[in-house]
């Protein structure tokens, strides 16, 4: 009898054991099957993401893919059909590599040109008059082009232009006669195309180009300040870093808005047809630098929001709700620059952070805390300035609505200590 109750403890402990083994390959199977959904969903967000920006891009790049396609056509048959030159590529190539190069340096480009091909034809013929064609020939012939050019001052552009055309006068003058005159002839058509095509043909329109560069730059602002209200509601200090990651990673925005800036400058200036359009770039072109410091006083605002968690500061409610409000009046900037209006709304907005870092400070704020809330008067004089305010009357007005809460019939708020305290300084 025993040994048949032995022999059944036996069993049952196999089976036990059996059932404990498929418990855990399930556990197993459902965590795989968990990662493996949340890795495709990730990578459908991620490819649609990807479709997303590669469509936005083509669409910002239809205007400079027409301007370049029209210029390359129409400076071939300048060339070709009223100067008779037989084989005129320099000239579609200096057209679009006019065009091809940063809005709002098309005019100097087409200069730089002229002076690199200029400078390369001479090098070229004076040295070939004395020394010959020939492998050694060319190299000196290169070298010294870059050298003059260099020594001279010229800018990439010209350098690599005069080495260029130094290397087809060497290689190609002996099998093609008075090359030199076409080349140079072909630098002024195809940049003088380009110009023409920018300015009077198919002049873009600079507003536009300028709502589509400044938004990405204004987004990414704006949705990171507003990860960072969020982050100090939760007290969650990982989200705010990644918020601070994302908005360091700014370059690009910034280069974008700076080159439309400078390139819608130049459409107004070259183009009598958007010449009515020069009073509605005034916001944007003083826009830049203010908007740039506001980014990175928006970085120390979020770097210190961290550090804040971090060492378990106090965070009273006001706190992330300024910095909300800081993230919404850029969005209202953004809006109001769009349709031309004065951006007022935007500067509403941002008192009204300043306003509420206000009453955070009289509530009691740590030294991180308080850090924070001298950033975000910071930020707000900065998009004051960006919405077309001088420096001295933001400043001002920053003060101003800092200190409502001690004023009588200020809105109500959490009461200052007994003695009220010292504002950060704006800056």
Known sequence: MGGVVGYMAVVWDRARSLLRRDRVRENVADVDT?????????????GKATLHDRLHRVRLSLGLAGQAG???????????????????????????????VSVGQRFRRTVELIVGVAVGVAVGDLLIYFLGTGPWQLGLVVTAAIVLTVFAGGSV?????????????????????????????????????????????????????????????????????????????????EKIQRALDRLRDNKDELATFTEAIE????TAVLSPARWHRRSELTHYAAAADPIERAMRNSGTLIRRSVTLIEDAEPIPGA???????????????????AQGKEPEQARERAMRAVSEAGRAYAEGVGFSGSVVVAQVRTTASDLMVASGIGQEEANRLVRQHFGELE????????????????APPVG
């Open 34 to 46: 968990a990662r493996i959904a949340e890795t495709m969903t990730q990578l459908r967000h991620r």
């Open 70 to 100: 029209l210029a390359a056509g129409l400076s071939w048959v300048a060339a070709h059909d009223l100067l008779g030159n037989p084989e005129p590529v320099f000239a579609p190539i200096s057209a679009v590599g006019t065009l091809a």
């Open 157 to 237: 552009a010209i350098v690599i232009q005069a080495a260029a055309t130094a290397v087809l006068v060497v290689t190609l003058s002996p099998s093609v006669e008075h090359l030199e005159i076409p080349r140079f002839v072909d630098a002024i058509v195809g940049g003088g195309v380009a110009l023409l095509v920018t300015a009077i043909l198919l002049p873009l329109n600079p507003l536009r180009v300028l709502n589509r560069a400044a938004r990405p730059a204004l987004d990414l602002l704006a949705e990171q300040l507003d990860t960072a209200a969020d982050g100090l509601r939760e007290g969650d200090g």
């Open 263 to 266: 390139g819608a400058k130049e």
């Open 319 to 337: 706190m992330p709700t300024a910095v909300g409000h800081l993230a919404e009046a850029v969005r209202l900037m953004k809006q109001e620059f």
């Open 407 to 422: 004023r009588p019939g200020s809105p109500a708020g959490p009461e200052p200590a007994a003695k009220a305290p010292t």
